[in-house]
């Protein structure tokens, strides 16, 4: 997956680079609501393989449960693909909620085409 | 191009519809710079078909202006492929510059690959 630039340009103080040796190993992209004033919202995460199950992606999420709280927002959101079940772990051990979804996979509650044709996803939201 | 969700969920106050007759004609998604305080970006506009050449985009920028001013920015900036002479020639009318770029299309001032490989963009800033 490939980013837009702009996130680069304009969504940078809500998101977070870990780097180890001069090498990135891992990365949060998140923002502000602009008209949820309440809510925040982290719209991409990665870890790098050798570095998955340390704690780095806790650490990432925890930086921007700080960055959200510090400008006033009460609620952070998240978004995953219905199959991805390691991702699902890992928002309900950090403390998410999964949205009530009218199918389910693998357990999981389901928004059908949440993000257009085909595009399948699970919700999640936290209170900060 | 089919937007994520996450558009019409967080970024709704900076963002317009127009309709004529419940039809939806026009639109403009943009939203406030969270990382550039001074800054508003311009991400998606559609006008249709029957409806262009009226001054429905023109006045759906100069909503978002208004709305930009509003919060305190003095810099609005937009991107397009360097293949539409249209959307050159109308941000050129709206008053937006053209950053110089390294490479020239039909004389229009080229970025390669800003967004990803192949995707050459047309970068646009105009002061509010």
């Known amino acids: 997956m490939l980013l837009p630039r702009l996130y680069f340009q304009h969504f940078t103080s809500g998101s977070f680079l870990a780097e180890r040796n001069g090498e990135l ?24 393989p050798e570095w998955q199950g340390g704690g780095l992606g806790g650490y ?4 921007f449960f700080d960055y959200s709280r510090a400008h006033g927002r009460t609620v952070v959101r998240a978004i995953t693909s219905p199959g991805n079940a390691g991702s699902y772990t890992f928002h309900r051990r950090m403390g998410f909620d999964v ?22 996803r ?3 939201v936290r209170s900060l």
């Open 25 to 48: 190993v891992g990365f949060l992209i998140g923002f502000l609501s602009e008209s949820r004033r309440g809510e925040s919202y982290i719209h991409f995460v990665g870890v790098a």
């Open 60 to 63: 990432l999420y925890q930086l």
């Open 99 to 120: 949205e009530p979804g009218p199918v389910a996979f693998d357990g999981r509650p389901v928004h059908p085409d949440y993000d257009g044709p085909g595009l399948d």
């Open 122 to 124: 699970v919700c999640f």
